[in-house]
């Protein structure tokens, strides 16, 4: 190394570490003005989410929203588009190359599976486990456009 040239290592369990804690994060982008956090608060209170949430501004258009729970995260990133109130808020899955002003390219894509055999309607095979449709089952995906 050259005097004052200086190179910072971190191994790869390091890094995966550090994005842990965002397992369950979503983006949510307001279409075209965001309301202020004490109505989007309210908004998710009202949800009655399983585990904790947590909300962080980003920006006058973005929200960090994290989740503790696997399940509250699929629930609300499958949701796709929520309103609060009149505001729209479309939702992204968080990744750790996310930049504002860019949506993220990692989509649900829900796929329908036509005369699926009755027992293979469990929760780790099909969503479709209350078995009130069972001649069609849906399936979902996450797809990196």
């Not at 570490?17 to 279409?31: A, D, I, K, Y």
């Not at 969503?127 to 849906?138: E, G, H, N, S, Y």
Request: glycine share 4%; aromatic share 16%; proline share 4%.
């Amino acid at each position: 190394m050259y005097k004052g040239d200086l190179a910072i290592c971190f191994l790869n369990e390091e890094v995966e570490n550090w994005f842990e804690p965002f397992n369950f994060s979503l983006v949510g982008r307001f279409e075209h003005r965001r309301p202020n956090m004490e109505l989007i608060w309210k908004n998710f209170l009202t949800i009655g989410f399983k585990g904790a949430v947590s909300l962080g501004l980003l920006d006058h258009r973005y929200v960090l929203i994290r989740f503790d729970i696997e399940e509250n995260f699929l629930r609300s990133w499958l949701k796709g588009m929520w309103y609060i109130l009149e505001y729209a808020m479309k939702v992204f899955k968080w990744t750790p190359t996310f930049r504002l002003n860019i949506d993220s390219s990692i989509v649900p894509i829900w796929i329908t599976i036509q005369d699926l055999p009755i027992i293979l309607f469990k929760k780790r095979v099909a969503t479709t486990i209350a078995l009130t449709r069972p001649r069609v089952a849906k399936v979902c995906v996450k797809i990196d456009l």
